[in-house]
């Protein structure tokens, strides 16, 4: 049997020390920093959003000498460290990506067993970079391993913290405010998906291994894709091939147990294109770009805009394309209002993803609605996402051209 996964506890990155991704993620992007490690060559800074958890992992200097592990100048050593030789003993919880650049680099996930999860991976034949490890503050245990998975420099850290009642990890001091008041609508609330650019002709093998080692399934994006191709979407500038996997039962879009994980490939067309930009600027395979979910994608986006949050900017031509402004009229939305912002609508059909007949049902009024930022590193690499989801659970060809089309304009220009 794969290894069962409960839940999707955050994404880490790792950074070069004074990047400034942690004070965008908390003055552009409101999160809130919550917990943090600091150690002489490592800073692990945790900051929440809603159910949105990310890890900014920064790296301060000069790794230590293999055969020593960092102290805690700001609290008691953990009563059990990781083991030496298990890692670099830089970041807890993670190992570190060896690329140089600013990176998405790891899907942390909850697990209930630990130990026997590592075991159903080893037997499946994915080897861990980091076998089953206790780390203990005062606040409780919990137990990790972390594997590396098929695509790029992506890891995944599996946790069991159902020993523990800190504020996120052994490890960690509670630092700064997490509101405790009411929450802001205008708040993005959890992870929708996480797109990983991959190498041409890949996908498949990243399938069946997500498939294989955790279970994952096959997510029908939209229902004009193929089984064995994904949904191919190319010409009048676009070459991009989408498929997409989910990892938990899949329940109402916009939950938050109901992140997806979305596979994007370049196609051969004319020109140079952003899945293989990114390829180039990373260094490889990686997470390309996440999507926030809103339940008010406007307020969201002027909020976020008003702090200096850069998204770019829809194609001019795109909110008065033939019956644009109609359909998002009829969607109930205010075409002005979406066009300030730059906000992209797409409509759903009933049977879009089920296989239903498209024009043979009446149109429902399941849409959704999308804006990219710029990239968030100096790099053109790593981009965020707001995604607000009016009963779509897939994602529509409109919004992925003007979306792709918006991000080209973009790298075009620069
Ligand atoms: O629409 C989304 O959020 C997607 O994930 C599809 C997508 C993937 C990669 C691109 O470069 C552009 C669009």
Not at 394 to 408: H, P
């Amino acid at each position: 049997m794969a290894a069962p996964l409960s839940r999707l506890s955050h994404i880490a990155f790792h950074v070069p020390a004074g990047t400034g991704l942690v004070s965008d993620l908390v003055d552009k992007f409101r999160f809130h920093l919550f917990a943090s490690r600091v150690t002489a060559c490592a800073r692990q800074l945790a900051l929440r959003k809603g159910a949105a958890v990310f890890l900014v992992n920064e790296r301060l200097g000069e790794a230590p000498p293999a055969h020593t592990f960092p102290s805690d100048p700001t609290r008691p050593a953990p009563a059990q460290q990781p083991p030496l030789g298990h890692g670099d003993g830089e970041f807890l919880y993670d190992v570190s990506p060896s690329r140089p650049v600013s990176t998405a680099s790891n899907v942390c996930f909850e697990v209930q067993d630990v130990p026997s999860v590592s075991r159903r991976l080893q037997e499946r034949g994915c080897p861990l970079a980091i076998p089953p490890t206790d780390v203990t503050d005062d606040d409780g245990s919990v137990t990790y391993c972390v594997v590396r998975s098929v695509v790029g420099n992506i890891s995944h850290t599996l946790l069991d913290r159902s020993r523990y009642r800190g504020a996120f990890l052994p490890g960690f001091r509670t630092a700064g405010d997490v509101p405790k008041g009411p929450r802001d609508p205008a708040e993005a609330t959890h992870f929708d998906h996480i797109t990983y650019a991959c190498s041409r002709g890949s996908t498949q093998a990243v399938l069946d291994w997500y498939q294989h080692c955790f279970g994952f399934q096959r997510f029908v994006i939209n229902r004009q894709e193929d089984a064995a191709e994904g949904y191919r979407i190319r010409g009048r500038g676009v070459g991009l091939r989408l498929t997409a996997m989910r990892y938990g039962k899949g329940s109402e879009p916009g939950l938050a147990d109901d992140c997806k994980f979305v596979l994007a490939e370049s196609l051969p067309e004319p020109g140079k294109n952003q899945v293989d930009t990114f390829l180039e600027q990373h260094g490889g395979a990686g997470i390309q770009h996440v999507g926030l979910y809103t339940a008010d994608i406007v307020s969201t986006a002027r909020a976020l805009a008003e702090a200096g949050v850069q998204f770019v900017e829809p194609p001019r031509a795109y909110y008065s394309e033939a019956g644009k402004a109609e359909e998002i009229w009829e969607a109930g939305q205010d075409p002005r209002l979406l066009s300030q912002h730059g906000i992209l609508l797409d409509g759903e059909l009933a049977g879009d993803r089920e296989g239903g007949g498209r024009g043979s049902s009446p149109r429902q009024r399941r849409y959704l609605m999308q804006i990219f930022t710029k990239p968030i590193f100096p790099e053109e690499t790593f981009f965020l996402e707001l995604i607000e989801r009016r009963g779509a659970a897939g994602f529509g060809e409109g919004n992925i051209r003007a979306l792709w089309k918006s991000v080209q304009a973009y790298l075009d220009k620069e």
